[in-house]
């Protein structure tokens, strides 16, 4: 049994069920845990949250995670009720079949189970090959197709029913890691900075974004709105310390070994040099990731906005990836925490990060 205590605004995040386009879950918790500290509290049309703090400041900070996650669609019901799906996100195909899943109805949650063809009644050619998705279908029981649609309507959304559960000390494992810490740690960021009455320069604005899974759309939207000068996104990034990943492909980064700091077109040099200064002062350990071109973050669209933005990317080493079961140290998550409240505070009045 392990002594390590999770947030609570963090572990109901985890519980939350937010695919990209259906994030209410996720945004009722932000609002409940983050809004009563902001100066300024909004929301937007595609579902965003952005609060703010020392409204009067110069230059303006954005920091943004997202709360949307990975999940299935309901696209088709045939005549035995079984439910046919297409994904939102990127998943791997291969682990779908086999999996409890919870769907979001107007009359609230129904359980199924994702199946296909069992491996007894195939040959050894289909045995070797991944199922494409129209060859899975999900299963809730019921004998028709009127009787599923008494229970479940088109469009409706699933997410895998698998629930943050700690492993071993702070070593935890979750459906959603992706990318419910990121919303986590601008939002928990804000909330420190809110209760120390810390002397900030810099406006500082927390944005919970949607939509990232699907092409970083509520970052797009929200750094308009937000007009930022400077921005520090928070998402999570590949924990390269297990096996079968080639390091020699995709760098060195560990589970437990810190935040992880980018470098690449995609971000600002002084962002990243005061990034690696404020963790220095701060005593956090971080390492280091190099990504040649726009990342696969919602750094990629905030750093494109309106006539550009100061970016820096923060990534939390993370195994098994889009998958229902990824894994994270709960202590990076803590220090990705204190170098963001420790790169607000450090930000002068004023202050420009054009080079």
Same mark, same amino acid.
Request: charged fraction near 25%; include cysteine.
């Given at each position: 049994?392990?002594?390590?205590?999770?947030?609570?605004?963090?572990?109901?995040?985890l519980?939350?069920?937010?695919?990209?386009?259906?994030?209410?879950?996720?945004?009722?918790?932000y609002?409940?845990?983050?809004?009563?500290h902001? @100066?300024?509290?909004?929301?937007?049309?595609?579902?965003? !949250?952005?609060?703010?703090?020392?409204?009067k400041? @110069?230059?303006?900070?954005?920091?943004?995670?997202?709360?949307?996650?990975?999940?299935?669609?309901?696209?088709?019901?045939?005549?035995?009720?079984?439910?046919?799906?297409?994904t939102?996100?990127?998943?791997?195909?291969?682990?779908?079949?086999?999996?409890?899943?919870?769907?979001?109805?107007?009359?609230?949650?129904?359980?199924?189970?994702?199946?296909? !063809?069992?491996?007894?009644?195939?040959?050894?050619?289909?045995?070797?090959?991944?199922?494409?998705?129209?060859?899975?279908?999900?299963?809730?029981?019921?004998?028709?197709?009127?009787?599923?649609?008494?229970?479940?309507?088109?469009?409706?959304? @699933?997410?895998?029913?698998?629930?943050?559960?700690? =492993?071993?000390?702070?070593?935890?494992?979750?459906?959603?890691?992706?990318?419910?810490?990121?919303?986590?740690?601008?939002?928990?960021?804000?909330? !420190?900075?809110?209760?120390?009455?810390?002397?900030?320069n810099?406006?500082?604005?927390?944005?919970a974004?949607?939509?990232?899974e699907?092409?970083?759309?509520? &970052?797009?939207?929200?750094?308009?709105?937000?007009?930022?000068?400077?921005?520090? =996104?928070?998402?999570?990034?590949?924990?390269?310390?297990?096996?079968d990943?080639?390091?020699?492909?995709?760098g060195?980064?560990?589970?437990?070994?810190g935040?992880?700091?980018?470098?690449?077109?995609?971000?600002?040099?002084?962002?990243?040099?005061?990034?690696?200064?404020?963790?220095?002062?701060?005593?956090?350990?971080?390492?280091l990731?190099?990504?040649?071109r726009p990342?696969?973050?919602?750094?990629?669209?905030?750093?494109? &906005?309106?006539?550009?933005?100061?970016?820096?990317?923060?990534?939390?080493?993370?195994?098994?990836?889009h998958?229902?079961?990824?894994?994270?140290?709960?202590?990076?998550?803590?220090?990705?925490?204190?170098?963001?409240?420790?790169? @607000?505070?450090?930000v002068?009045?004023?202050?420009?990060?054009?080079?």
């Open positions: 049994m392990s002594d390590y205590q999770a947030p609570v605004f963090l572990t109901e995040l519980q939350a069920k937010s695919p990209s386009g259906a994030e209410a879950q996720a945004q009722a918790v609002d409940r845990h983050v809004k009563p902001a @100066a300024a509290y909004a929301n937007d049309a595609l579902g965003n !949250r952005l609060a703010s703090l020392n409204l400041g @110069a230059p303006t900070l954005m920091m943004a995670g997202h709360m949307d996650e990975l999940g299935l669609m309901i696209i088709h019901v045939n005549k035995d009720g079984f439910l046919y799906f297409d939102i996100g990127g998943h791997d195909l291969s682990i779908i079949s086999g999996r409890r899943v919870i769907i979001q109805t107007a009359r609230g949650p129904v359980k199924g189970v994702t199946g296909k !063809r069992a491996i007894h009644l195939m040959d050894d050619e289909d045995r070797k090959k991944v199922p494409k998705k129209h060859e899975i279908w999900i299963d809730i029981g019921a004998k028709t197709k009127a009787e599923a649609l008494k229970r479940i309507a088109i469009g409706d959304v @699933a997410t895998y029913d698998h629930e943050f559960e700690l =492993i071993t000390g702070s070593i935890g494992t979750a459906r959603a890691f992706d990318n419910k810490v990121g919303a986590y740690i601008v939002g928990e960021a804000l909330i !420190r900075l809110a209760k120390e009455k810390a002397k900030l810099a406006k500082v604005v927390s944005v974004t949607t939509q990232e699907i092409g970083t759309r509520g &970052a797009q939207t929200s750094a308009f709105a937000t007009d930022p000068h400077v921005a520090l =996104i928070v998402d999570v990034g590949h924990a390269t310390d297990h096996p990943c080639d390091q020699r492909k995709f060195e980064t560990k589970l437990g070994g935040p992880i700091v980018c470098r690449g077109p995609n971000i600002n040099p002084k962002v990243y040099d005061r990034l690696v200064a404020c963790a220095k002062r701060a005593k956090i350990t971080i390492q990731d190099a990504d040649p990342t696969g973050t919602d750094a990629r669209a905030i750093q494109m &906005a309106r006539g550009g933005v100061a970016c820096g990317l923060v990534s939390i080493p993370l195994r098994y990836m998958t229902p079961s990824e894994v994270v140290d709960m202590e990076d998550v803590e220090n990705s925490v204190k170098l963001f409240v420790a790169f @607000a505070k450090s002068g009045k004023g202050e420009s990060f054009n080079w």
